[in-house]
């Protein structure tokens, strides 16, 4: 199965915007769904966004939509998470996750977990 490695968190300001991006090793995405989540300190894991990537469809967390946009790279075998406007309240050690199938927003359904990357916004 496909094993996923994430990159590009960071330290920004509030307004500020910045980009993930979800690797693929061991195979390609293209039967796969890969999600976003995230988790604040003492916290839960929530989703945050997913983007299918056969159909290029996507799924977003209500208080992320219209500020984050799912999608994929094809030349660099990537799903990226855009993130604007960023808040405060978004700062949380971002996952990357993948699964055999079609959108989800449930973490138990994703088999394939990147190490997490973090990203703080100040205020």
């Known amino acids: 199965q496909v094993q996923v490695v994430e990159s590009g968190g960071g330290l920004v300001q509030a307004g500020d915007s910045l980009r993930l991006s979800c690797a693929a090793s061991g195979r390609a995405f293209s039967e796969y769904t890969v999600a976003w989540f995230r988790q604040a300190p003492g916290k839960g894991r929530e989703f945050v966004a997913a983007?299918?990537?056969?159909?290029?469809?996507?799924l977003y967390r209500d208080s992320v939509t219209g500020r984050f946009t799912v999608s994929r790279d094809n030349a660099k075998n990537t799903v990226d998470l855009q993130m604007n406007s960023l808040k405060p309240e978004d700062t949380a050690v971002y996952y990357c996750?993948?699964?055999?199938?079609?959108?989800?927003?449930?973490?138990?359904?994703?088999?394939?977990w990147g190490q997490g990357t973090q990203v703080t916004v100040s205020s």
């Open positions: 996750a993948a699964r055999y199938g079609g959108l989800r927003s449930s973490s138990e359904q994703y088999t394939s």
């Open positions: 983007f299918g990537w056969r159909d290029g469809t996507a």
